[in-house]
């Protein structure tokens, strides 16, 4: 037996329109009547690997100890791998999702990858009338059985770590005196992070020029909060992840400055 675990957290891409998030929870709960089950999100963009990745990366440091079943899946039903990833020295957690980069970024956040497995233990699935809901008949169940403490090596053969697939986090870059950052998230607020540390433009100065798009430029202070930023100023502001977002005071900077994720903006000191 492996270690017994009392938490599932939850990320997808399922939205709350349709049954698929409660069909999930309710296999979870059926098969681990013990677990408590805490939705991360399921508002991720269909099928939008990159931004379910940074998700868990900006969540799991948070999150409770336990399984942590991350579902956005756009290779379902072919020959992507399923796999469960044991973290932590002790194995405080296992992530169970696609090998499609979707975990990586967190598995690394935690410490890096213990043992890994792939699923192909049909006694631990449910019958799949089809091949296209993993999410119910695969994973949610492999997460109830880990959760009532199924070894790893009871779900499928071992794999080498090093054969993950990786994911795709964008790294910032220094060229001539300009960072070359990129939009990672759009928050509910609106306000667009970058993957900009702040010491990267400490020595910018206060008042920073951003530029993006078809010769989009602004020119952006550097705010403590948002509430220090003047009607229509665009502020650049330390978020509660660590990172630099473009901001407004109560009003949506990506909506007003027309940024979305995956935009490349360049910052430089303003003349």
Known sequence: MGRRHQT??????????????????????????????VDITHGIPVHDVRAASLALVRSVQYLAPGVVLAVVDPGVGTDRRALAVEV?????????GPDNGLLAGAVAMTGGARRVVELTETEYHLPAPGPTFA???????????VCNGVDLGELGPSIDPITLRPGLLPLSRQ???KLMSEVLWVDHF????????????????ERIS?????????????????????????GLVV????????????????????LRPG?????????
């Open 239 to 258: 978020d509660s992840y660590g990172l630099v977002s473009v901001a407004l005071d109560r009003r949506s900077a990506a909506e007003e400055l027309k």
């Open 88 to 96: 932590g020295a002790e194995g405080e957690a296992v992530f169970v």
């Open 263 to 271: 935009d490349a903006v360049t910052l430089e000191a303003a003349s």
């Open 210 to 234: 951003l530029r993006w798009g078809m010769n989009q430029v602004r020119t952006g202070r550097l705010a403590g909060a948002y509430g220090e930023l003047k009607a229509g100023e665009v």
């Open 190 to 205: 609106g306000n667009a992070q970058l993957n900009v540390d702040p010491g990267d433009i400490a020595a910018m100065g």
């Open 175 to 177: 060229e001539e005196g």
């Open 8 to 37: 599932v957290s939850f990320l997808s891409d399922y939205g709350l329109e349709d049954e698929f998030v409660g069909v999930v929870r309710s296999v979870i709960r059926s098969a681990a009547p013990h677990v408590t089950v």
């Open 135 to 145: 999410g119910r008949d695969v994973f949610a169940p492999v997460a109830a059985h």
